[in-house]
C-alpha cells in the first residue's frame, strides 16, 4: 500500500520505485512509528537526558525537611511570644496605651506634746518628665530641653544632667523643677501640649513652724517668710528632701519614687515609716503623647500617721532663749541644753547653738544658702547636743562618788584632808582651791566640788587603794557612757572612755596613776555627750535607773484617731544600792543650799546641782558645765548646759540653768 505524499518534500530517490516520475515512499507506518524495540529504547532515553524532569525523590526529601522546619519554628515562635512571653508583651502593649499614676499620700503632721502643730504641708507645683515620651530624635529632644530652660529660668545643662541621671527610670515622673511659682506652672502646662513627655505634677511642701500654732491663715503660709527667731527645734524636726539618685537605688525596690521626698535628719527621718503614709494609684489612659485622655481606675492613698512629740514647744523656745541670752554676755556662739523627764526618759527639750532654719532645705536649697551654711566656723548644722563629745569635767563627780559607795571603797561618812593637791613624784595634782577645803567627805566633795577627795576615791594615795581604771570605767558604762543610749534621732554619738590597753595602743605610753587621777575628775581622754550626761543626773535622781531617751510620745492614726504610744524603756537599773544614791543626791543639794550652786536657791523647791569646769586645749577657755535635777523629792526634770569655751560652769551655764528653772517653775503650775 501506497501513500501518496505532500509534492513539495524533497525526498531520497529510489530506484527500484519510480511512478511517473514521482518518488514512492517504500516504509510502512509500523516502521516509522514505532520502529524495533532497541531503536525505541534509544529513542526514550534520548528524550529523557534533554526534556525530562530533574526533581529527584532524594531533593524532594529535604525539600519537605525544610518545610516541616519551618513550620515548627512559626509555631515555637508563636507558642513563646503568645503563651510564655504573652503576659509581658500584653503588658508592654497596654503601657503605651494605659500608665499607673501613683497618688502621693498626704505626709503626717508633727506635734509637740500638748498638741501645737510644728509642721504644716501647702500646695505647690513641680515639672517633671516621663523619659519613655520624650523624642526619641536627639534634635527634637534637645528643642523641649530648651524650651524648658527658657520657660523654668534653669540652665540646658542642669535640665539635661537630670534626665541623664534617672533615664533608667522610663516610666516614671523624674522632678526636673521643684516649688514653681503658679503662674510658670500655667505656662508650661500650656506649653506642655506641644512638648511630649512634659507635666506639671501637684504635691506639697513641707513648712515647719518653730513657733509652733494650733491654726495657720494662709497670709502666714502663702505671704512673707517665717520669722525663725526659734529655729532650734530644726534640730529635732529635720526636714524632707528629694531623693538623690544613690538614694533611689535602694529607696527604689521598696516603693520610692524618683520625684519622691525623704526625711533626712531628725525626726522626719527616724519616723519616716509613719509618716510618709501609703501611696494610692490611678488608671489612665493616654494618647501618643503621653497625655491623660480618662481615668480608668483610681485607688485612693492613705495618709502617713501624726507624731507627737515628748517635746514641750514652750520648754523648748524658753531655754534656747535662756542659753542665747547667758552666751551673748560672753560673745559665745556655741552651746547647747538637755532637758529630760527623768521619770520615763521623754526629751522635753533640746537645744543646740547655733541652729539652722529647716524651711531653707524644704523644697530644695539654694546653692547659696547650703555654702553659708557649710562654711560657717560654728557649724550650725552640727547638733552638738547628742553628737558632740567633750571631756566632762566635774559634773561626773557624782557618778564617781556613786561607784565608791558601792564598791565599798568609802563610806557616806569617810573624810579625806584637802590642803590643795596632792604630789606624785614630780607631778602635783591640784585642787580648784588653793589650801584646799579641808576635811571633806563625800556630801561635801560634791558640794564644792574637792579634787583631792576624787584623787583619793579613783586612784588611789598611799596606803588607801581606790577604784581603779577598770572599776571606774565599768560603772560609767553601767550609766550609759561610752555606748549610744539610742535615742530616736539620728547621729547620736557614743563618747568614749580611756583604758591602759587603749593608751599602750594609740599612743605607745603606760598606764600611770595620774591618768586614772584625771579620769576621776572628768580630765584627761573622757569624752560624753550632753545627752549621755543629762540621762546620768536623771539616773541619779530617779534612783538609779537608766532611761532609753525619747523626743517621740505617740502616733496617731488621722483617720481612726488610733494611738500608739512609746513605751519607756529601761536601759540599766539597780546597779547603784537606793542609800548610796541618796547621798549622792544629798551632795547635790548641798552643793544648791551651801556650796557651789548657789543660783539656784532662787528656786520655790528643793533641787540639785553640779558645777563642771572641763580643760581641753591648753590655749582655749575651758568647757562650761552645768546639770541639775528638781524638784528634789519628785524630780520632774533633768537638765544640762554646756557652753564651749564658756569657762568656768559656775559662772556661765549655771546662772542659765537657775533662770531656765525658775520660769519652768512657774510654767509647770499653770499647765
Partial sequence: MYEDLDPFVVRPKDHNNKLGGRYKLSWVEDSLTMGSAHQREEVVDSGSSHIGSSF??????????????????????????????GDEYRARAEGNRQR??????????????????????IPNFSLTVIPQDLPRNNKELNQVIVTLADI?????????????????????????????????????????????????????????????????????????????????ISHILGYVGKLSPEDLETYYEVGYLPSDSIGKIGVEKTYEQFLRGIYGKKRIEV?????????LAEEDPKSGAHVVLSIDNEIQKQLEFFIKKGIQKIDRKRATGVAINPQNGEILALVSL???????FSGGIDGETYTSYIQNENHPLFNRSIAGTYPS?????????????????????????????????????????????????????????????YYYIGGGYGDFVG???????????????????????????KGFLPSPEWKQDKKGERWYVGDTYNLSIGQGDLLITPLQMTAVTAAISNGGILYKPHVVQKMVDPDTGEETFIEPEVLNSDFINQNHLETIKLGMYDCVDHGSCWDLRRLPFKSGGKTGTAQWSSNKDTHAWFTA?????NPEISLTILVEEGGEGGWVSEPIAAEFLEWWAKYKTQN
Fill in 56 to 85: 529527584t525523590t532524594k531533593k524532594l526529601f529535604y525539600f519537605l525537611i525544610f518545610i516541616t522546619l519551618s513550620f515548627v519554628f512559626i509555631v515555637s515562635r508563636l507558642l513563646y511570644l503568645q503563651i510564655l512571653q
Fill in 100 to 121: 499607673i499614676i501613683p497618688i502621693p499620700s498626704e505626709r503626717g503632721l508633727v506635734f509637740d506634746r500638748n498638741n501645737v502643730q510644728l509642721t504644716q504641708n
Fill in 152 to 232: 523654668t529660668n534653669k540652665s540646658v545643662e542642669d535640665i539635661s544632667d537630670i534626665i541623664q541621671k534617672y533615664r533608667h527610670y522610663q516610666r516614671e515622673s523624674i522632678v526636673v523643677n521643684e516649688d514653681i511659682p503658679y503662674e510658670t506652672a500655667l505656662k508650661i502646662q500650656i506649653a506642655s501640649t506641644e512638648l511630649p513627655g512634659i507635666h506639671i505634677q501637684r504635691g506639697s511642701k513641707r513648712l515647719y513652724i518653730h513657733n509652733g500654732l494650733k491654726t495657720v491663715s494662709s497670709t502666714e503660709l502663702f505671704g512673707k517668710k517665717q520669722e525663725s527667731s526659734y529655729a532650734s
Fill in 287 to 295: 494618647n501618643a503623647r503621653g497625655k491623660e485622655q480618662q481615668i
Fill in 354 to 360: 547655733p541652729s539652722f532654719d529647716n524651711n531653707d
Fill in 393 to 453: 569635767g566635774s559634773v561626773i563627780k557624782p557618778a564617781i562618788a556613786s561607784a565608791a559607795l558601792q564598791e565599798g571603797v568609802i563610806t557616806a561618812k569617810k573624810t579625806f584632808n584637802s590642803v590643795g593637791g596632792i604630789a606624785v613624784g614630780q607631778w602635783f595634782f591640784p585642787d580648784w582651791k588653793a589650801g584646799g577645803h579641808g576635811t571633806t567627805d563625800v556630801r561635801e566633795s560634791i558640794a564644792w566640788s574637792v579634787n583631792t577627795f
Fill in 467 to 493: 577604784l581603779g581604771v577598770k572599776r571606774i570605767t565599768d560603772y560609767l558604762k553601767k550609766y550609759g557612757l561610752s555606748e549610744k543610749l539610742g535615742i530616736d534621732l539620728p547621729s547620736e554619738a
Fill in 629 to 633: 535635777f528638781a524638784p528634789y523629792d
